[in-house]
Nanobody
Framework: VQLQASGGGLVQAGDSLRLSCAAS????????VGWFRQAPGKEREFVAA????????YYVDSVKGRFTISRDNAKNTVYLQMNSLKPEDTAVYYC?????????????????WGQGTQVTVSS
């Protein structure tokens, strides 16, 4: 599975952005897909994940109620809708995929990674 993230940009606090993760590969629909982020000087942090069917999703507490992860398996794409953005959301956002379980918040449990897309939120 190859992944490509897009949709980042520079926005003001309170604005919205939608990130996209486009995947190649016929088996994409069987993978759990997630988003991580990494701010300068910090470790990569789990943000959200959606299971293969699209009906089960997980979020880090800091984005619950503001971010929504979804997927369109027909388009091989996963989205991260980010609303009410805060300056602390500033980071490089990465999408990742895996199909073998484990704890989703551990980056080592994700076998496939896309390149990052920069999100910058100004105050």
């Amino acid at each position: 599975v190859q992944l490509q993230a897009s949709g980042g940009g520079l926005v003001q606090a309170g604005d919205s952005l939608r990130l996209s993760c486009a995947a190649s590969g016929r088996s994409f629909r069987f993978y759990t897909v997630g988003w991580f982020r990494q701010a300068p000087g910090k470790e990569r942090e789990f943000v959200a994940a959606v299971r293969s069917g699209g009906s089960v999703a997980y979020y880090v507490d800091s984005v619950k109620g503001r971010f929504t992860i979804s997927r369109d398996n027909a388009k091989n794409t996963v989205y991260l809708q980010m609303n009410s953005l805060k300056p602390e959301d500033t980071a490089v956002y990465y999408c990742a995929a895996q199909n073998y379980g484990g704890t989703y918040d551990d980056p080592s449990n994700w076998g496939y990674w896309g390149q990052g897309t920069q999100v910058t939120v100004s105050s």
